[in-house]
């Protein structure tokens, strides 16, 4: 079925309508692209009645903000994250972990500097092999170079021939 955008006057079909029960055929008159660019008009003219509006809204449901968060962070990947650290079978995970500390002497596997916090247990994400402990300076750098491909040659090479060194700026920095 299609129908013709009051603002446009375009002819669309019915999906690119919002829906509304009040019309006719139950949908607005005007199109999803009408009335987003409406919308934003409106925002961008009415910026402090919009801030007001929503700083009272959040004000007056903290509830069903507490449960859209919930809803957001169980969808993304911190959600996803939570998830597969709940599939962990707890009792194995904690026994390769203390048996993991004495064979590393208590140091990181890659930078081997002693723990001052917190362990991070380092796996394979593809097949959830345990590698090793890692600090967290390791643990986020070591995301880097498995994650993006050509990461650590990159790497490498911008510590060799970084854009700076074409340019003498070593004078800027030091006093």
């Known amino acids: ?24 055929d139950g949908h607005f008159a005007h199109c999803k692209e009408c009335h987003h660019l409406k919308a934003k008009e409106w925002e961008k003219n009415n910026r402090e009645k919009r801030i007001a509006y929503q700083k009272k809204w959040t004000k ?40 993991l500390i004495p064979i590393q002497n208590d140091k990181c596997a890659i930078c081997e500097k002693p723990f001052k916090k917190r362990r991070y247990i ?10 090793g402990l890692l600090c967290q300076f390791c643990n986020v750098g070591i995301s880097y170079f498995e994650n993006v491909e050509g990461f650590a040659e990159k790497a490498k090479n911008y510590l060799n021939n970084y854009p700076a ?10 006093k």
Not at 165 to 174: A, E, G, I, M
Request: charged content about 45%.
């Open 122 to 131: 380092d796996h394979n994400h593809s097949n959830r092999e345990i590698r």
């Open 60 to 99: 007056e449901n903290p509830e069903l903000i507490k449960k859209y968060q919930k809803a957001y962070r169980d969808r993304t990947d911190k959600g996803i994250l939570k998830q597969r650290r709940q599939n962990w079978n707890k009792k194995e995970l904690n026994k390769v972990y203390e048996s």
């Open 165 to 174: 060194k074409k340019v003498s700026l070593r004078k800027y920095w030091y």
């Open 1 to 24: 079925m299609n129908k013709q955008c009051s603002k446009c006057k375009l002819i669309k079909t019915i999906d690119e309508f919002h829906k509304n029960k009040e019309m006719k």
